[in-house]
């Protein structure tokens, strides 16, 4: 309840970008990308590599989180319906069919940030209190961490 109240002090006296919530995950992309919004349905199919690429033709390189951490079994759980061991199975599936493009793995939520920031095609998931001005956050679905209705909670 204190943070609830907190939060919504913080949102009316800073505005929205201030009050985001510690469980919250952004997902984040390269400044210079042009989009803005994706769908959960969007999002998923970039998680599982049914999305390659842009709508501009350039590929997608998903940066994630080691196995294990809150923040991806979190993800993973919400974004695709799938536990860790389910999402490393779809890609050994995957690869059966056609050849698969594995996400890219970095030892932390703020070294991933950095790599998306320098990678044009960068795209990654990390908690919302990891974001800094050097990437672009995404809105889901029309909202953005922070803002009311925002679908990508995770437990800490």
Same mark, same amino acid.
């Given at each position: 309840?204190?943070?609830?109240?907190?939060?919504?002090?913080?949102?009316?006296?800073?505005?929205?970008?201030?009050?985001?919530?510690?469980?919250?995950?952004?997902?984040?992309?390269?400044?210079?990308?042009?989009?803005?919004?994706?769908?959960?349905?969007?999002?998923?199919?970039?998680?599982?590599?049914? +999305?390659?690429?842009?709508?501009?033709?350039?590929?997608?390189?998903?940066?994630?989180?080691?196995?294990?951490?809150? +923040?991806?079994?979190?993800?993973?759980?919400?974004?695709?319906?799938?536990?860790?061991?389910?999402?490393?199975?779809?890609?050994?599936?995957?690869?059966?069919?056609?050849?698969?493009?594995?996400?890219?793995?970095?030892?932390?939520?703020?070294?991933?940030? +950095?790599?998306?920031?320098?990678?044009?095609?960068?795209?990654?998931?990390?908690?919302?209190?990891?974001?800094?001005?050097?990437?672009?956050?995404?809105?889901?679905?029309?909202?953005?961490?922070?803002?009311?209705?925002?679908?990508?909670?995770?437990?800490?």
């Amino acid at each position: 309840m204190k943070s609830a109240v907190l939060a919504l002090i913080a949102t009316v006296f800073l505005g929205t970008s201030a009050a985001v919530d510690a469980d919250e995950v952004a997902v984040i992309v390269n400044k210079s990308n042009f989009v803005n919004n994706l769908s959960m349905g969007k999002l998923r199919k970039i998680m599982l590599s049914e +999305e390659l690429k842009w709508p501009t033709g350039s590929r997608i390189i998903v940066w994630m989180t080691p196995a294990g951490g809150r +923040e991806r079994t979190g993800v993973l759980k919400l974004v695709c319906g799938m536990s860790e061991t389910d999402y490393t199975l779809h890609f050994m599936h995957s690869s059966f069919k056609e050849p698969v493009t594995l996400p890219k793995t970095a030892a932390s939520g703020p070294l991933v940030r +950095e790599l998306v920031a320098g990678w044009v095609n960068g795209f990654a998931l990390i908690w919302a209190s990891d974001v800094d001005d050097t990437v672009k956050v995404l809105s889901i679905e029309g909202t953005r961490p922070g803002q009311p209705g925002y679908k990508i909670n995770v437990a800490r």
